[in-house]
């Protein structure tokens, strides 16, 4: 059964950087596609960075540039590093992890971008 946690949130001011970090339990890490998500009330969850098995990335083009997804299949973690934070980056983020037509979610963690 996969079980994800994610860690890393806070509250930061504009500028500022914060580092993501979800923690998948099971065996099929390595061969899923790791991914974050956000939502802010009333909106849709939305993709900010995904990296497949192979190490692939693709990003939002309103985090392009300044938010990097990494993975490391050793210790069955991926990481969001976001840099030059904005207030419209506030959200919650989820970790997802998907594996053959099946998505896990992990429970979410806030981010606030204010001064």
């Known amino acids: 059964q996969v079980q994800l946690v994610e860690s890393g949130g806070g509250l930061v001011q504009p500028g500022e950087s914060l580092r993501l970090s979800c923690a998948a339990s099971g065996s099929i890490f390595s061969s899923s596609t790791m991914g974050w998500y956000r939502q802010v009330p009333g909106k849709e969850r939305e993709l900010v960075a995904a990296i497949t098995s192979a190490g692939r990335t693709n990003y939002a083009d309103t985090v392009k540039g300044r938010f990097t997804i990494s993975r490391d299949n050793a210790k069955s973690t991926v990481h969001l590093q976001m840099n030059s934070l904005k207030p419209e980056d506030t959200a919650v983020y989820y970790c997802?992890?998907?594996?053959?037509?099946?998505?896990?979610w992990g429970q979410g963690t806030q981010v606030t971008v204010s001064s």
């Open positions: 997802n992890q998907y594996f053959s037509y099946a998505n896990f």
